[in-house]
C-alpha cells in the first residue's frame, strides 16, 4: 500500500485527476500536500488494520484481511480503467497491476474463504470508501494547518 500510495503521490495524482473534469470525487483531492497527509492517513489505516489483524489472530482477521484485499484488487482494477478510458496511466497503475493485485489475489487464494452475504459486502464498501474518502476528508480540514506543520 505504501508503495502504491507514494506512485500516487510522487506522480502528481491531484493534477492527473484535475485534468480529467468528468473523474468522480475529484473535488475531495485537494492540493498535493493535502493529498500526501490523506495517503499518510489511508497507509497508517490500512497497515493498523492488518497489524492488529496478523498479530491478534483474532476470529475476525482472515475475513478482514481478505477484504482488504478485494477492496486492493479493486483499486487497481479502477487505476487500471480511468488509464484506459482516459488514454493516460493514472498515477498508481503500476503498483497497482504489479503490487496491489497480485499481493491481493495471493491473500485470497491464500487465506480462508470470506462468507459473502448482504452485511459483509455492505460493510466491506463502507469501510473501504470510509478509509479513502475519511482521509481526504481529515486531509481537507487539516489544509489549514498543514503549512505551519
Known sequence: MAVHNAEEWLLGMTGWVAARPWMPGRFLHGDQQQFGVALVIVTAAVLTIGVIAVSTRAKWSAETLVCVA????????????FS????????????????????????VRTLPPVRWSTSAVVTTVIAAVGIVAGSLLIAAALAPIIPAL
Open 70 to 81: 478485494y477492496a486492493l484488487i479493486i483499486n487497481a482494477g479502477s487505476h487500471l480503467l
Open 84 to 107: 484506459v478510458v482516459s488514454w493516460s496511466l493514472m498515477p498508481g497503475v503500476i503498483s497497482g497491476l504489479f503490487v496491489l493485485l497480485p499481493l491481493g489475489l495471493i491473500i
